[in-house]
């Protein structure tokens, strides 16, 4: 007798189900629902009249050599009943032996596990790599540090008339496709909201950036409500990233000019709060004012 799949979970269900897991860090609803992605990697659990209990969200390997478990959510009223194990032991037998990352990959829902995540992971047998990445805030009602843009530079966006096929080509030449994608895709839903800086007629960096309430929702602003709360605002909020520069334009100050640039237009539009999302610079962001509000640790397993 063939057992039937389970529908695939909607964006509405999944909000309602991380609500209930996981009250301290809901997404963006439209974040959310543009990040679900192909159908058929859902996994779910659910109860006879069909109340989504647990999910589970995978990427087999593509581009990568290992696989991504990108999110697994179990309802607080149903833990400790061997779901969430079900899931994942579902997904290693879709994805076969190989090795299985946590959250670190392209359009990640989050960037890895944290802290209070961590027993359920070693449980199942994934270690940490080592690698921790921060989400760092900013509060915008304060004045942000004067800055100057060099001589022979300025800043611009991507509306701008045959901008984006430069932008894309700087993207993957100097960061590679992953960069590229992420620009390309917040160029097709809103180009204004990626900034670049040029030197003359050529692109010499970029920088993506948004509120809450515009069409691209980046992952520095996935958890708004999260982000209201690590700067004590109520009001508007958003973020930046991915941002960089020409390597042979960096470490001279260009780089800090054009991120300043950033903020202030996030500033300029009403921003009350920031956030750049999954840095391993803290130090740098520091500097300027930035306070780390979650923590994330790599995993592999």
Do not use: C
């Amino acid at each position: 007798m063939t057992v039937p799949t389970p529908p695939v979970p909607t964006a509405t269900e999944l909000h309602a189900l991380w609500a209930a897991a996981w009250p301290d860090m809901l997404p963006h609803p439209r974040g959310l629902e543009h990040r679900l992605g192909n159908g058929g990697h859902w996994l779910s659990r659910r109860a006879p009249d069909g109340t989504l209990l647990a999910a589970l969200a995978l990427r087999p390997p593509e581009a990568y050599a290992h696989a991504h478990i990108r999110l697994i959510l179990v309802h607080p009223d149903f833990r400790r009943q061997g779901l969430g194990r079900s899931l994942m032991q579902e997904a290693r037998e879709r994805i076969g032996p190989v090795t299985v990352a946590l959250g670190e990959e392209r359009g990640h829902f989050l960037p890895a596990p944290t802290a209070a995540s961590l027993p359920f992971f070693e449980a199942l047998g994934f270690t940490r790599t080592g690698r921790e990445s921060s989400d760092m805030a900013l509060d915008l009602r304060s004045p942000l540090p004067a800055f100057t843009v060099p001589a022979g530079f300025h800043v611009t966006d991507a509306s701008q008339a045959g901008m984006i096929p430069p932008l894309l080509a700087f993207a993957e030449a100097v960061f590679g496709p992953r960069w590229k994608h992420d620009a390309g895709a917040v160029a097709d839903r809103n180009p204004s909201q990626v900034l670049m800086l040029m030197q003359g007629p050529q692109v010499a960096g970029f920088a993506l950036t948004g509120l809450e309430t515009d069409a691209a929702v980046l992952p520095s602003f996935f958890f708004p409500e999260t982000l209201r709360q690590a700067v004590g605002t109520d009001d508007l909020v958003g973020g930046l990233g991915p941002i960089g520069i020409a390597p042979d334009l960096r470490g001279g100050g260009v780089g800090s000019a054009f991120m300043l640039a950033a903020m202030t237009h996030l500033q300029a539009r009403g921003a009350q709060a920031m956030a750049i999302d999954w840095t391993n610079v803290a130090p740098f962001y520091e500097r300027l004012g930035f306070r780390e509000f979650v923590r994330y640790f790599h995993m592999r397993g």
